[in-house]
């Protein structure tokens, strides 16, 4: 019996009913999934509607096309939920996957001596001490997230590798009892490129998501500032938005387009 789709737009209804099928594990990493036809049937639409959601899962690298095979469920797909901090370590244990990290880079230099606008952003002096950390995250051995993190030293001194190594948020709130209140977050679209195409392990110019972010303790003090490089096809970016409200000005940042591509050229 076909599970019928009631509300508009349709498209996006199966697009989202598609989903939880994978997230309610009807199906499992690596198995094939329903076909345009089985999924006309079970669900009512047309063949063109089946293979407009299809095609969308297989954009996002949730599904995986096999030429003359089907259409299989990838793995390595996480959400990253934007109203919430949550561990990565958390967030991929909870997703019954194996996460590991790979320290690059873990070194104390004068707040000056850093990126442009880190000791502004950190509200630091030139001459105070921040860390600088290069992180890969993996899952699953495979690297999902490529992290730049400076960090104010004087909250969390004698970090050391180890902490570095597992959940900085653990090392924050259980080592240094500090209390992380939230974080301000910039994310935008960005091909990979170059080292970093490399280090994530994939092609030059691969989709990738971008999240710059500056982190606080209470009382909207400064603990981190990141800049941290997303696999696009790793991960999916979730938020829940609230009530229709009167019109504003919007909230984000038009960008340079044409600066951006003379940077990366």
Same mark, same amino acid.
Request: with cysteine; proline share 4%; charged share 25%.
């Given at each position: 019996?076909?599970?019928?789709l ?28 329903p076909?345009e036809?089985?999924i ?5 639409v ?11 899962l ?28 949550v ?6 244990s909870?997703?019954?996957k ?21 000791a ?8 105070e ?9 993996l899952?699953?051995d495979?690297?999902?997230? =490529?992290?730049?993190?400076y ?37 935008r679209a960005v091909?990979?490129?170059?080292k ?8 030059s110019g691969?989709?990738?998501?971008l999240?710059?972010?500056?982190g606080?303790l ?6 981190w500032?990141e800049?941290?490089l ?10 829940? =938005?609230g ?11 038009? =960008? ?9 050229a």
């Open positions: 019996m076909a599970r019928r009631v509300r508009d737009p349709i498209y996006q209804q199966l697009n989202q009913a598609l989903r939880d099928m994978i997230r309610n594990k009807e199906f499992a990493v690596g198995d094939q999934f076909t036809r089985q006309c049937e079970q669900f009512g047309s063949r063109a509607t089946a293979n407009k959601a299809l095609s969308n297989v954009a996002e690298g949730v599904l995986e096309f096999r030429k003359g095979v089907g259409t299989f469920v990838r793995g390595g797909i996480l959400d990253y939920d934007l109203r919430t901090l561990s990565f370590t958390e967030k991929a909870a997703a019954e194996a996460p590991s990290t790979l320290v690059l880079l873990l070194e104390a230099l004068l707040a000056k001596d850093a990126a442009t606008d880190v502004k952003k950190l509200r630091l002096q030139p001459d001490v921040v860390y600088y950390i290069e992180r890969l995250r899952i699953d495979v690297p999902v997230i =490529l992290e730049h993190r960090v104010v030293v004087k909250f969390c001194p004698d970090l050391s590798e180890a902490d570095v190594a597992g959940s900085l948020f653990a090392a924050w709130t259980e080592k240094y009892k500090l209390d992380v209140t939230g974080a301000d977050q910039t994310i091909p990979i490129r170059g970093e195409a490399k280090l994530l392990r994939v092609r691969a989709a990738g998501l999240v710059t972010a500056t606080y209470s009382g909207g003090v400064p603990l500032w800049r941290t997303y696999r696009g096809d790793a991960y999916e970016f979730q938020n829940r =938005l009530p229709i409200q009167t019109a504003r000005p919007a909230a984000g940042t038009l =960008l340079d387009i044409e600066s951006q591509e003379e940077e990366r």
